[in-house]
């Protein structure tokens, strides 16, 4: 169908009632809505909060990859050593965390963030001393995003040879990781042209495949594909009912 409900979800990755929200914005037409509790009305702002937040860091940590000499000397310099290219950079929002215990907690509150949600995304931890520290410092990252372009997760990359190769978002009211798909904002008009994705297992297996032209290549975050990760295709190409072929190619990353 070409309904224009149909068409505002597949251009903007929203579900139906968004898509009728936004319409009904542009022309002026009034929603009856049912009123939300108070619980519903808290865990909406506690969503919009982590969001907003959520947008900052990555705003943040992309200036550091690029406008910091850290940065460029280490993360930079990493990305580009295993063949990323400075256009899929900018494509995929990558950054960099300055290796400092507490550089971005810092900046954050200095600019009114609130600690509490800092820490309901993971961008910061306390220790048992009550100190605070940065999660992410030192680490290359990828930034999650939603099919609407949403930052709901951040991945850090370690480059010094920690014990950790990666430190993840942990879950949280926007982020649940069998529910998402590394890349979906990137490659849902390609899947939604195509009909066809390819399922990889890594951040970097998904920007080598869009470097190489492939830019239907999405990565399943959780341990394995599952219902609510495939549910993800029908938000990046609602329009049809059609399924989307997936091919899967899961390899370790070096």
Same mark, same amino acid.
């Given at each position: 169908g070409g309904s224009?409900?149909?068409?505002?979800?597949?251009?903007?990755?929203?579900?139906?009632?968004d898509a009728l929200v936004h319409l009904a914005k542009k022309y002026g037409i009034k929603i009856e809505e049912r009123e939300q509790t108070d619980e519903e009305r808290q865990q909406q702002s506690q969503r919009e909060g982590m969001l907003v937040v959520n947008e900052?860091?990555?705003?943040?940590?992309?200036?550091?990859?690029t406008e910091t000499d850290e940065g460029r000397n280490v993360g930079l310099?990493?990305?580009y050593q295993r063949g990323i290219t400075a256009e899929a950079? #900018?494509?995929?929002?990558? !950054?960099?965390?300055?290796? =400092? &215990?507490?550089d971005l907690y810092d900046q954050a509150v200095k600019e009114g963030y609130d600690v509490q949600t800092l820490k309901d995304v993971g961008l910061c931890g306390e220790s048992q001393q009550g100190r605070y520290y940065d999660r992410f410092r030192g680490r290359v990252i990828f930034p999650v995003l939603n099919p609407a372009? #949403?930052?709901?997760?951040? !991945?850090?990359?370690?480059? =010094? &040879?920690?014990?950790?190769?990666?430190?993840?978002?942990?879950?949280?009211?926007?982020?649940?990781?069998?529910?998402?798909?590394?890349?979906?904002?990137?490659?849902?008009?390609?899947?939604?042209?195509?009909?066809?994705?390819?399922?990889?297992?890594g951040y970097m297996d998904v920007i080598a495949l869009h470097q190489a032209g492939f830019n239907n290549a999405v990565a399943?975050?959780?341990?394995?594909?599952?219902?609510p990760s495939a549910a993800t295709f029908t938000t990046a190409r609602p329009v049809r009912s059609e399924p989307v072929m997936?091919?899967?190619?899961?390899?370790?990353e070096p």
């Open positions: 224009p409900v149909n068409f505002i979800m597949e251009k903007e990755g929203v579900n139906y009632h900052w860091a990555m705003q943040r940590m992309e200036h550091n990859l310099q990493y990305l950079i #900018k494509k995929f929002r990558l !950054g960099y965390a300055i290796d =400092k &215990g507490q372009g #949403k930052v709901i997760a951040f !991945g850090g990359r370690g480059i =010094k &040879g920690e014990a950790a190769k990666y430190i993840n978002s942990p879950e949280s009211l926007i982020y649940r990781k069998s529910n998402e798909l590394y890349g979906i904002y990137q490659a849902k008009n390609s899947i939604v042209r195509q009909d066809k994705c390819f399922l990889v297992e399943s975050l959780g341990t394995a594909i599952c219902a997936v091919t899967t190619a899961f390899a370790a």
